[in-house]
């Protein structure tokens, strides 16, 4: 009794059929590692293969780091250093732009962090005519800025004081009437101003403003002083601690 060798005719069958494939794919090889052009693309994409395996991180944070990015930030307030209480400062601007160049995540947490301040220091200068430079404050060494304008000329006049007489006026809402009320009694007459000799010199009149909006019977508030030039336009000095109260009465019916 003959049986069939069924396993040995199944490995025939299969070797019959991949053998030719792997002779190919060998005479290929042989072509390319014996070939010098093969050989140079095979080494050279063998280097690119481990150089990105090696290196891969540290090329992504250096690309990521490389990136750099301008900023520019509008309306930044300034902060004067100055000795304000004996000089009167004139020149430094209200708000000023300021660029910010430097990877925009480091941008992104300085503002966020430490905020956009840009500084007047005035501490150093003299009297008279001043070139200062603004800076921006605590300004990490990876972010580079530009504020604009970076240069300005600043005055500094040294205040003297003077005294001014007060004058009353009565300020009243919807439906009300100056003549609803008596003149309003100030607790002083006369007020001190701090002042450069140039801005005391422009002061025409020296007014008590008394608000009396919303109300209909005697009453005592106190009152804000303005000064005006000529013109009416107000002048923006120093009161110091001046406090002046107004007492109002209702105007006595005839």
Do not use: W
Not at 67 to 81: A, R
Not at 222 to 245: H, P, S
């Amino acid at each position: 009794m003959i049986m069939e060798n069924k396993p040995n005719h199944f490995y025939e069958v299969i070797r019959s059929i991949f053998s030719p494939v792997f002779r190919k794919f060998s005479k290929l090889i042989d072509r390319i590692l014996f070939n010098n052009k093969g050989m140079i693309i095979v080494s050279l994409l063998l280097s690119i293969m481990i150089c990105i395996t090696i290196d891969y991180d540290s090329i992504r944070v250096k690309l990521f780091n490389d990136l750099t990015t301008s900023v520019t930030i509008s309306d930044v307030q300034v902060n004067v250093k100055a000795d304000e209480d004996n000089y009167e400062i004139s020149g430094v601007p209200g708000t000023v732009s300021v660029s910010l160049t430097g990877n925009s995540t480091d941008i992104q947490v300085f503002r966020q962090q430490k905020g956009v301040i840009v500084t007047c220091d005035l501490s150093k200068c003299k009297q008279g005519k001043n070139l200062v430079n603004l800076t921006v404050d605590s300004l990490p060494s990876n972010i580079s800025a530009k504020v604009s304008p970076e240069t300005i000329e600043v005055n500094l006049n040294p205040k003297v004081t003077a005294t001014f007489s007060l004058s009353c006026e009565l300020l009243v809402g919807t439906g009300q009437k100056v003549t609803d009320f008596e003149t309003p009694v100030l607790s002083k007459k006369q007020v001190t101003i701090k002042a450069s000799q140039e801005t005391l010199e422009s002061i025409r009149v020296v007014k008590a403003l008394v608000d009396a909006t919303g109300q209909y019977d005697d009453f005592v508030t106190k009152a804000k002083l303005v000064a005006y030039d000529i013109n009416g336009n107000v002048i923006n000095v120093d009161f110091g601690d001046e406090e002046i109260e107004a007492s109002v009465t209702l105007a006595k019916e005839e």
